[in-house]
Each structure stands twice: as C-alpha cells, then as structure tokens.
C-alpha cells in the first residue's frame, strides 16, 4: 500500500483505540519506523507551492481583469484574502455535491471590529471544521502585509452581499461559492500573473499561510493552533519560496 493508505488505516486504528481508552499501539517505535521506511522505500512529493504575499497581491490585482462583475471581483478579492488570513481549507468556503455543507462558513461566523468608523479587525468562528470533534476555533487577524486589506475587502463584499443570513461567501442568488468556480477563479488569475495553476492550488493557501508564519519566527505551538492542527502535520507546508 502507498503511505498514505498505510497513515489512513493507522488512523483508524489509533481512533478506535482512543475511544475505548486503551493505549494506542500506532504510537510503537516499531510502527513509527516501519512507517518511515515505507516512505523512504516510495517517497510521495507534494508539488504544490505556497501563495506567498507577494503571489497573493498579484492574484488580487489579477482579478480586477478576470471576473465577469464588480460582485464577482469583491467576492474573490475577499476569497482569496480570508482563505491566507485564516488558514481557511477550501471545504469551508465552498460547495461540492460530493462533500457535506456542515463545513461551510456562515454570515453569522465572522464579525467586523471598527475603529473611529473604520473596519479596524475581523473575527471567525470555526464551528465545524475537519477534525473538530465538536470544538469551536476563533481566530482574529487584522490588515496583515497584503496590498489590501482582508478587513477592508470583507466590509466592501458584505455591503455587496447584505446581511441576509446563509452562506458566508455566496453568489447573487444567495447560493453558496461551488468549488470548482473557485478553482476557475483562481486558475484564470493565476494565467493572467504568468504562473503555473498546476503547482498552485486552492490548498496553496493554506500552505502559503503556514510557511509565511514559519518564515516570521512562529513556534510550531503557534502555527498549530492557527491553523488547526491537531499534529505537526503542517511542517510539511513549510515551504522555501522565490516568490
């Protein structure tokens, strides 16, 4: 079996063991390197790269050519900025008929702060997210190193949006975002900067955000619990760039 289908079952097993309050047999040093073995033995890459802050600002200026209506170019604006800023998987901003809508934010999740009449900070809460386990996550962040502001871009779309309740990140019609008009966003965007929309993708994001944090000196603590890791899984996504 590839690595992966080894790392899914062990998983389970380790789960399954936690529920009955037994000790966990997957913690073995002697399945921790026949595991490390495995992966040397058919070592599996993942080539996707990291949206840096410099990529990002090129893909936000990007869209200003790309989308088809001032409300599509403020949605992905606002997208593209929350997905880095928040560590957003890609789950929790959009739609597939393949993937339940228990993920997905709400209106309701977030909240503007405003200072002398400005939007100052944003919050979110994560009140279903892969591998809650039924766990809220709230997270706040403020203008950041972008171009623009993710604050100043979520006031914009949500004076677009309204305050209707439903989906955070919807269409005219109050739909949600489906995934693959996401992707087609970000591909065409990614065209238009002259990158390779093979080598990033909507995970770019996140990993992007990860290795930004790693690259100012946070703790592996720190980014752990930003990004909602329940492991060191992240270092993974630590990524060196040019970019």
């Known amino acids: 079996m590839s690595v992966k289908t080894i ?14 309050s037994l000790p966990n047999p997957t913690d073995s040093f002697m399945v921790s390197s026949l595991v490390r073995g495995a992966q040397r033995l058919a070592p599996s890459y993942d080539m996707r790269l990291p949206i840096t802050v410099p990529i990002l600002d090129k893909l936000v200026h990007a869209l200003q050519s790309t989308c088809q209506s ?11 900025l929350f997905a880095f800023n928040a560590f957003a998987r890609c789950s929790e901003l959009t739609y597939t008929t393949a993937s339940a ?7 309701s999740d977030v909240s503007i702060q405003y200072r002398a009449g400005q ?11 892969k591998h809650s386990n039924g766990k809220t996550h709230c997270l706040e962040f403020s203008h950041g190193c972008t171009s623009t502001s993710p604050v100043r871009a979520m006031h914009s779309y949500v004076q677009h949006r309204g305050n209707h309740d439903g989906p955070l990140f919807a269409l005219p019609s109050g739909a949600p975002v489906p995934r693959h008009l996401f992707d087609k966003q970000l591909r065409s965007a990614l065209k238009f900067c002259g990158l390779d929309s093979s080598r990033y993708k909507s995970h770019s994001f996140r990993i992007g955000k990860a290795t930004d944090c790693a690259h100012k000196g946070y703790s592996d603590a720190k980014i752990r619990l930003l990004g909602r890791w329940h492991s060191n899984a992240f270092s993974k996504y630590i990524r060196p760039s040019d970019h």
């Open 7 to 20: 790392s899914t079952y062990l998983s389970g097993i380790s789960y399954i063991h936690k529920l009955a």
């Open 101 to 107: 809508a228990g993920h997905i934010l709400r209106l």
């Open 70 to 80: 001032i409300y599509y170019y403020r949605l992905f604006v606002c997208m593209f």
């Open 119 to 129: 939007p100052d900070r944003l919050s979110v809460c994560f009140h279903s997210y």
